[in-house]
């Protein structure tokens, strides 16, 4: 069935250094939406210097990410959209503002127009995506109208022009060069017309309209090519040009041939460069400079944190309207769905309205074009009054296409509607997942796999909210609990977990069965300076979340300070990318399906760390009962994978299910031959034990028991034998 899908690639999770290499200029726009619109009904596209959003109305988003796959692999960094509830909040959420590096900020409205003009132009957009774009700019407008959230100074030209200030300049004494003539140039000029400056330049490729601004501005128009005697007049130096400039922007600053970048180098005085280009207008390289100080858009997202608190209040009432006109379009989407019947119905009713009023006319002695008319009026009226709950009825229905009676076919036959078909799903099956990338990335992957067993249901998407998410992960079932309560209470019908998340009790009314193969159950290095493990120098800080780690890697490097953290996979590293941590540990599995190995350092084999129990094994959670999502997950088990989960957990409830201690297990299945591998320690580390056991298949859990009590007693002894010696 067709949704509303989308993929975006943002300032959220994506460097300025991605972000330049994807941005699109409207010529390639206008090729890119050509392109999807082969594969896609609607498609339409946001390309602004913060984000490249794909949306269109289709079957899956998988097309779209192959677009986004021919620039490179950036997958890491893309967020996926892949059902209509989740691509509308998205939008709607980024017209409103609160998805901009400037929250609230008003220039997004303008560019969501822009995509929305450029797609009508070249006939991408229909009557779906129409209607979404509109209400979208109506929702951007409604929450600029009923909160504050525009009114606090935090636009990126704003911010820019703090900037100026802060760094010493007096703007009555300071001469100005203004790159560029777009959007965020005349964002710069605006607040130019607001402040006494000394002189200003404006630079463009355009010439024309250079110097159309220069003389709206009171400045003067150099020419692209010339800009010497500017560049070296001017104090603050703006770069707003969505193209290349090939100013001060070759590769390196040393190997540069430019002259007017050596120029800008030698002139004498400090220099401020702010850079709203994408891509880029300034090299990097000039940060090295003493005399010359250089912002661009990821520098300016760091500085605004502090001017966008006051904004920050009027989010929540900000998100009640978003949600407000999700639920309406929501609706309006449903409705669409059925309108079909609904038209068909009506033209039936006009049918027999007409043919009773020919029968009628007759039989009035004398009637007149006025008596004519009333007759019109009054049918009209009364087959709408008698039509309309019969209409809404339907509409009702429409909110829930998946009845197991098929109810559109039904209303079909009741109104005696022929010639009319749509698709309705056999099934639905309502998925729910936290709102992670890491677990919608893989939730995605398992809904794939359902697809190709039954592609006749429909599987929607539900985001829920866990205590693990909130920063709460010292609870029992801190990722899961949250989800299973909604599965108890009928809003979702099955869930995706990481098998290793999920506790040790069993919740009474639901089962899990581990699903697919097991995926690598590696742990792996991610360091800031590149050096492996072996490599860090006495006193790195190791970052990870779990005892299991840094108990295991401290038998090898016990002169490294292991450090607690926690947190996604982006915010993890971003942590040490801040200097909180030399070099942090994550699961191999979760960067493999975020495509994200080329960042890792060293991957540690089994014989330097064995996996936590469960680890690359993915878990479906649903209700305990025969039916049809039962028999369709039955369909993923991988067996070999379930004798491994068995066997680990069995280990793990033997020591103690989740208990807050070092423990790992890791199980393999050969032929009718399980071989166990375990290791346990005391909370500190200092006495540790690693064994394996194997055996038959069919005691699985029994060798699970079994190491388990041989490693806690190898831990004990040992425990014993050091008190006896401090004695």
């Known amino acids: 069935m067709e949704k509303v899908i989308g993929v975006e690639l943002s300032h959220r999770f994506a460097p300025i250094a991605v972000r330049e290499r994807l941005a699109l200029n409207k010529e390639q726009t206008i090729l890119a939406i050509n392109e999807l619109k082969k594969t896609y009904e609607e498609v339409f596209i946001i390309s602004t210097c913060n984000r490249l959003s794909i949306y269109a109305y289709g079957l899956s988003h998988h097309k779209i990410l192959e677009y986004f796959d021919q620039f490179g692999n950036y997958r890491q960094y893309l967020s996926i959209l892949p059902d209509s509830e989740i691509a509308i909040r998205n939008l709607f959420s980024t017209a409103a503002g609160l998805e901009s590096q400037a929250i609230g900020e008003h220039q997004i409205t303008g560019q969501i127009r822009d995509a929305l003009a450029i797609g009508r132009q070249e006939k991408t957009i229909g009557p779906v995506l129409d209607e979404l774009i ?141 850079d709203f280009g994408v891509p880029r207008n300034f090299n990097p390289a000039l940060k090295e400079d003493p005399n010359i100080t250089l912002f661009d858009l990821d520098d300016i997202k760091k500085i605004t944190y502090d001017g966008l608190l006051k904004r920050y209040d009027e989010i929540p009432h900000a998100r009640i309207i978003v949600n407000e006109e999700l639920n309406w379009f929501m609706t309006w989407l449903r409705n669409r769905k059925v309108a079909p019947v609904i038209e068909a119905y009506w033209n039936n009713l006009e049918e027999i309205k007409e043919k009773e009023i020919k029968w009628l006319l007759p039989k009035l002695n004398h009637s007149d074009e006025h008596t004519k008319e009333l007759l019109e009026r009054f049918t009209h009226r009364l087959i709408r009054k008698i039509s309309n709950p019969t209409i809404d009825g339907i509409k009702r229905i429409a909110q829930n296409l998946h009845e197991k009676d098929n109810p559109i076919n039904t209303a079909k036959q009741i109104l005696d509607i022929k010639g009319i078909d749509i698709f309705v799903p056999k099934r639905k099956i309502t998925v729910g997942t936290r709102g992670s990338k890491l677990a919608i990335t893989q939730t995605n992957w398992v809904i794939d796999q359902l697809k190709k067993l039954q592609p006749d249901y429909e599987f929607e998407t539900k985001i829920i909210t866990t205590s693990g998410d909130e920063g709460n992960i010292n609870v029992i079932g801190a990722f899961t609990s949250a989800i299973e309560r909604a599965m108890l209470a009928g809003e979702i019908d099955i869930a995706i977990h990481s098998f290793k998340d999920v506790p040790t009790e069993d919740v009474v009314g639901l089962r899990i069965i581990p699903a697919t193969e097991r995926k690598d159950v590696r742990d792996v290095l991610i360091s800031k300076s590149g050096k492996k493990f072996k490599e860090l120098p006495a006193g790195a800080v190791i970052g990870t979340g779990s005892l299991r780690r840094s108990t295991q890697l401290k038998q090898i490097r016990p002169d490294l300070i292991y450090k607690f953290i926690q947190g996604n996979v982006d915010s993890r590293i971003n942590k040490m990318e801040a200097g909180d941590y030399d070099a942090i540990i994550l699961a191999a599995t979760g960067l493999q399906k975020m495509n994200m190995m080329d960042i890792i350092t060293e991957i540690f084999e089994t014989d330097i760390m064995l996996p936590a129990v469960g680890q690359g094994i993915l ?98 002894s040992k425990q014993k034998v050091a008190k006896t010696i401090e004695v």
């Open 619 to 716: 878990g479906i959670e649903l209700i305990d009962k025969e039916g049809y999502i039962l028999d369709l997950v039955k369909q993923l088990k991988h067996e070999p994978t379930k004798i491994a989960a068995d066997a680990e957990r069995a280990f793990l409830i033997a020591l103690g299910g989740g208990c807050n201690l070092p423990m790992a297990a890791y199980a393999q299945v050969k032929d009718n031959t399980i071989t166990i591998e375990g290791v346990f320690a005391t909370q500190d580390g200092n006495h540790f034990s690693r064994s394996s056991i194997s055996g038959k298949i069919e005691d699985k859990k029994l060798l699970g028991r079994t190491l388990a009590a041989q490693l806690k007693n190898e831990v004990a």
């Open 134 to 274: 509109r209400h979208a700019i109506h929702t951007g407008k409604r929450v600029r109208l009923e909160t504050s959230i525009g009114e606090f100074s935090a636009s990126l030209a704003t911010v820019g022009f703090e900037l100026i200030s802060q760094q010493g300049f007096n703007f009555s004494e300071t001469t100005f060069l203004v790159i560029g003539t777009g959007n965020m140039a005349n964002l710069v000029t605006t607040v130019l017309d607001r402040t006494k400056i000394k002189k200003l330049y404006v630079a463009s490729h355009d010439k024309i309209r250079a110097q159309e601004m220069a003389t709206e501005w009171n400045g003067e128009a150099v020419d692209m090519e010339n800009m010497h005697t500017a560049l070296s007049e001017a104090g603050v130096i703006i770069g707003g040009t969505q193209g290349e400039i090939n100013l001060l922007h070759e590769e390196t600053m040393a190997e540069s041939k430019c002259p007017r970048a050596k120029f800008a180098l030698q002139t004498g005085g400090s220099k401020l460069f702010i």
